[in-house]
């Protein structure tokens, strides 16, 4: 075509699969599965959990499965979100509040309690 010039970045393909090849290889099979516990420590029950990525706009499915009575704890499973730490959680308890907690990090921390 006039006017376009060849690519020519035979070199910089090559670096690129390199590259991926050696991320891949330090990947653990399970980079993609995160979970966390909630510690319910308010005086109502919780009926529902969401997390989010922070830089999504949707809350995803209901994570928590069955109502979290006072004082009890639970593990949350999550997959398919990759290598991301930071997630936006949302609870909502049996009087209806949103109990809402932003950029959390999953990676450096398995436990969250809400109040």
Request: charged fraction near 20%; proline fraction near 3%.
């Amino acid at each position: 075509m006039a006017g376009m010039r060849p690519a020519h970045h035979g070199g910089i393909r090559r670096f690129a699969l390199f590259g991926f090849v050696l991320t891949a290889a330090a990947a653990p099979a399970t980079a993609q599965e995160r979970s966390f516990t909630v510690r319910n420590a308010s005086e109502v029950a919780l009926e529902s959990a969401y997390v989010s990525p922070i830089y999504s706009k949707w809350w995803g499915s209901d994570l928590l499965g069955s109502t979290l009575a006072p004082g009890q704890t639970r593990q949350i499973e999550m997959s398919g979100y990759g290598r991301n730490c930071f997630f936006d959680l949302r609870f909502n308890d049996e009087n209806g509040r949103e109990i809402k907690l932003w950029a959390e990090d999953l990676c450096n921390s398995s436990m969250v309690e809400i109040r």
